[in-house]
């Protein structure tokens, strides 16, 4: 088995490499043969990984080695022009970007939601966006049982959702000193209400990505969702604060029976010993935190959540793993 790291030097695939020595998912490694992939500036360069030296190669000579698996995280563009070179030479590639998560024909997966439409003959499979994953692996058993009408959203995602760039940007910030920005303002001891770019009827594409890709994993896309996406000096972790409205009635402590039961997530709802999801307890875990659990009184058959995540982990490289994961197992490749 040969598995390419694509992005290999970045955020996500030094996260990627992490778990994959954790061992977690895919529990023997020691038969795979790792080819770490990135740009040219970066080609040559040596990373100790699994307890072995790796020396980063290029896109084409990755081609050639003909991996079963890639696992892109290096950006839409590079996804659109070197996923389809990956595909024909016989890879099944797990892209992290935004590039193929909306075409009909490519599955946009969450394991524990909906890995059963996998099949051999899917050559692409997208990893959805690192907010939408944490919010539907909440919602999909709340959906299955009182289905969802409308949701409201409000994150609060960390730099590193942003990349290397940003998370220097805020460490340089807060030990003053100049240097390039990420952002177009600071962003220690400030919010920004901008994530990805400004669309013409004002939201961002951040935003709209949550309701397209919650759409898509659900398979409903009855569902109404709006969003406001915020940036906040954390260096791991994506909070949201969820208001979801049901067309069927619930109870409190029945919601919190479900959500403790689903696989993936932690129910921490305790407000008289003050127990709730923050995301510098979650940061270096791979489960999604529930908290906050609670009836809106403002409107019939609704339900407040706060959830959080660490995006690097089930946000982008765990669940591009457990991906991978599920096509080993199921031999799909």
């Known amino acids: 088995m040969k598995i390419a790291i694509v992005g290999a030097t970045g955020l996500v695939g030094n996260m990627m490499r992490k778990v994959f020595e954790e061992k977690r998912y895919v529990t023997d490694i020691s038969d795979i043969e790792f080819l770490l992939v990135a740009s040219e500036k970066s080609v040559g ?31 839409a563009g590079t996804s659109r022009e070197w996923a389809p070179r990956f595909s024909e030479a016989g890879a099944t590639v797990i892209d992290n970007s935004s590039a193929w998560r909306m075409f009909d024909e490519i599955p946009l997966v969450v394991p524990e939601i909906n890995a059963s439409v996998l099949s051999r003959k899917d050559k692409i499979i997208a990893n959805p966006n690192c907010s939408t994953i944490e919010m ?29 760039k940003a998370v220097k940007q805020l460490n340089n910030e807060r030990n003053g000193i100049s240097g390039d920005m990420a952002y177009p303002y600071p962003i220690d001891l400030n919010v920004l209400p901008h994530g990805g770019n400004f669309q013409p009827d004002g939201y961002t594409s951040e935003e709209q990505k949550l309701l397209d890709e919650t759409r ?16 906040v000096p954390v ?24 959500l403790s039961q689903t696989p993936g997530i932690v129910v921490q709802d305790n407000p008289s010993e003050l127990l709730y999801p923050m995301p510098k307890y979650a ?4 489960e999604v935190f529930v908290g906050r659990i ?8 609704s339900l407040n959540l706060w959830v959080v995540s660490d995006n690097l982990r ?16 199921n031999q799909l490749v």
Do not use: C, W
């Open 283 to 286: 940061e270096g875990k791979d």
């Open 294 to 301: 609670r009836r809106d009184y403002s409107q019939p058959k």
């Open 45 to 75: 360069k040596e990373i100790v990984f699994n307890n072995r030296k790796y020396r980063v190669m290029g896109m084409q000579e990755a081609v050639d080695r003909k991996p079963q698996i890639a696992i892109f995280s290096a950006g």
């Open 216 to 231: 898509k994993i659900l398979s409903d896309n009855s569902i109404r969702l709006t969003s406001t996406v915020v940036r």
């Open 235 to 258: 260096f791991g972790g994506h909070s949201e604060a969820v208001n979801v409205e049901f067309e069927n009635d619930f109870e409190t402590e029945e919601i919190k029976s479900l």
């Open 136 to 164: 539907v692996l909440a919602l999909a058993p709340l959906h299955k049982k009182y289905k969802i009408r409308r949701v409201v959203v409000s994150t609060y995602q960390s730099v590193t959702g942003t990349g290397v």
């Open 314 to 329: 089930k946000g982008a490289a765990t669940n591009a793993i457990q991906i991978a994961a599920y096509i080993i197992k």
